[in-house]
């Protein structure tokens, strides 16, 4: 066995449900820094710092030879996502649990008013008294990634004396999409999130920079072909420049990070939605067709997410 699989087998040991690696080229990708230059609303202005670490991972950990990226899966179709909403009996003490900020109270009532049942993907919501993303009934994923990594460059560390590494979880200033297509992990969609073929997109994504050069794995290949399922599914159009993300319109944005008044244009359209947006996952077919195999075995490794 190479060290590369090496290194996959203990990101999977770990939980991850793929793992890839890509070399440390610099990104030249000016339509990415042009969409976040000028869609970025104020609060996400940080994004719009360290542009050359984004492009260049080596400016951001001068040692980087190559770059191990992992996805850790979420969501799978088998699971019951109206059942998971109304176990919640306490909202302000789930997302107490789960490390995250409750919503206005007045947006869980307006939501609440206005829901009144039919989801994007077909299924029947009818009883949910609101929506909440996928990705947030589980625990926070920095955390809990952050953990994974560490151990996960510790354990690297002893297959080869020359292998150190720093490693990063979405608050870090690198371009993980362009670096999971790169290795293989997925393709970035029209909804401008990583696909996986066999995984869908419900899933975490972290990596690590490596100090030692390794064999790249192949990129992945768009499979989006002219499925706009996602662009015509979202509400609010944030999706009009398809893979491109208008933040300015997203139900996410508005009610996940934003430090402002949610505008009436965007609360009309939030559809039940009181944190997060699943619309453009849901609509996916990609998310629709894992094996009964993949379904068992990302189950598995869900469940030290889930509250």
Request: with cysteine; glycine share 6%.
């Amino acid at each position: 066995m190479d060290i590369e699989e090496k290194i996959k087998n203990i990101a999977v040991k770990n939980g991850a449900s793929l793992a890839g690696i890509t070399d440390v080229l610099k990104s030249d990708d000016s339509i990415e820094i042009e969409a976040l230059l000028k869609n970025t609303p104020p609060d996400l202005n940080y994004l719009k710092s360290n542009i050359e670490k984004r492009l260049d991972i080596k400016k951001w950990y001068p040692d980087a030879k190559s770059v191990l990226l992992c996805a850790w899966q979420y969501w799978n179709s088998s699971m019951d996502y109206e059942s998971a909403i109304l176990k919640i009996k306490d909202y302000p003490l789930f997302f107490k649990q789960n490390s995250r900020k409750f919503p206005a109270s007045d947006l869980l009532k307006f939501c609440s008013s206005k829901q009144t049942g039919g989801s994007a993907s077909g299924g029947k919501a009818k009883n949910m008294p609101v929506k909440i993303s996928r990705f947030a009934l589980s625990r926070d994923y920095h955390k809990t990634i952050k953990k994974k990594l560490k151990t996960m460059l510790k354990e690297l560390k002893t297959l080869d004396d020359n292998i150190d590494g720093r490693f990063f979880v979405d608050t870090s200033p690198v371009f993980e999409k362009k670096l999971s297509e790169r290795a293989g992990l997925g393709w970035q969609g029209k909804n401008s999130l990583i696909i996986n073929a066999e995984r869908g997109s419900y899933f975490f994504i972290g990596g690590i920079a490596l100090s030692v050069a390794l064999k790249s794995d192949k990129p992945a290949v768009n499979l989006c072909a002219d499925c706009d399922l996602c662009v015509k599914a979202c509400p609010t159009g944030a999706l009009d420049k398809p893979g491109i993300l208008d933040a300015n319109k997203c139900l996410s944005y508005w009610t996940t990070q934003s430090k402002s008044e949610i505008p009436l244009s965007i609360k009309e359209k939030l559809g039940g939605n009181i944190y997060g947006c699943d619309i453009c996952q849901e609509v996916c077919p990609y998310n629709r067709q894992q094996t009964a195999g993949d379904r068992q075995q990302a189950k598995i490794k869900i469940s030290e997410f889930m509250v």
